[in-house]
């Protein structure tokens, strides 16, 4: 794929893939921690409300970061125009 494109988008990809990497092993982790904290059975590691809307936060936010970084690195729109005109 990357053979057919301009020099410079290839340098645009490889810095998006660079920040959607980044966020997207964020959101590992917290998944990977919330799962540990599903298999522990001990009450001691309840999950206080608080904490909860703290995780869906930092999920939510990363997911946006990853968005961002796809819609500068080509708009969908833009890109549907261009997919339209080839068909």
Known sequence: MT?????ATI???IQARKEIDQSA?????????LAHLEQSS??????CPNSLG???????????DILSVLEN???IKEAEREIEKLD
């Open 3 to 7: 053979d057919r494109m301009e020099p």
């Open 11 to 13: 340098r645009r990809y």
């Open 25 to 33: 092993k964020k959101i590992c982790a917290i998944t990977q921690t």
């Open 42 to 47: 001990d009450d001691q590691s309840a999950i």
């Open 54 to 64: 703290a995780i869906h936060l930092l999920l939510s936010l990363y997911a946006i």
């Open 73 to 75: 690195f080509a708009p």
